[in-house]
Every structure is written in structure tokens, then in C-alpha cells.
């Protein structure tokens, strides 16, 4: 993914697929420190994504 493709991503309606490749690959740019701001700000937006989404719901109101 380009640095262009990156400012114009959308973490919120990305597949969780697509976030674990987009975090892979950021960590992967990192590992090899090539990554700047605009991949250090979509990682963390896609991480916060992902936990979000990972987090088991809550139920509102009472059952029965």
C-alpha cells in the first residue's frame, strides 16, 4: 500500500482482514524503518479498530 493509499484509508469500514494485512504490513515497514507519521497514526487507528471490534458485546437492559 502507498503512503497516498494510507491517508485515504478507511479503518472503520475496513474488513477485519483487511486491518490485520494493513497492521502487518506497517509492522513490517517498521521493522525495517521505513515508516513515518502516516503509518504510526493508521497503525494505531487500525489496532484500536481491531480491539474495538474484538471486544465481546454488551448486552443493554435486563434478560427474561
Same mark, same amino acid.
Given at each position: /500500500?502507498? &503512503?497516498?493509499e /494510507?491517508? &485515504?484509508?478507511?479503518v472503520?469500514? +475496513?474488513?477485519t +482482514? *483487511?486491518?490485520? &494485512? #494493513? =497492521? +502487518?504490513e506497517? *509492522?513490517a #515497514?517498521?521493522? $525495517? ?5 502516516i *503509518? @504510526?497514526?493508521?497503525?494505531v $487507528?487500525? /489496532?484500536? @479498530?481491531?480491539? $474495538? &471490534? #474484538? ?7 435486563? =434478560?427474561?
Amino acid at each position: /500500500m502507498t &503512503r497516498y493509499e /494510507m491517508k &485515504r484509508f478507511d479503518v472503520a469500514s +475496513a474488513s477485519t +482482514a *483487511e486491518l490485520i &494485512r #494493513l =497492521v +502487518a504490513e506497517i *509492522e513490517a #515497514l517498521n521493522g $525495517a524503518s521505513l515508516s513515518g507519521p502516516i *503509518e @504510526e497514526t493508521l497503525l494505531v $487507528a487500525a /489496532m484500536a @479498530e481491531l480491539d $474495538a &471490534r #474484538l471486544q465481546p458485546k454488551k448486552h443493554s437492559g435486563s =434478560v427474561g
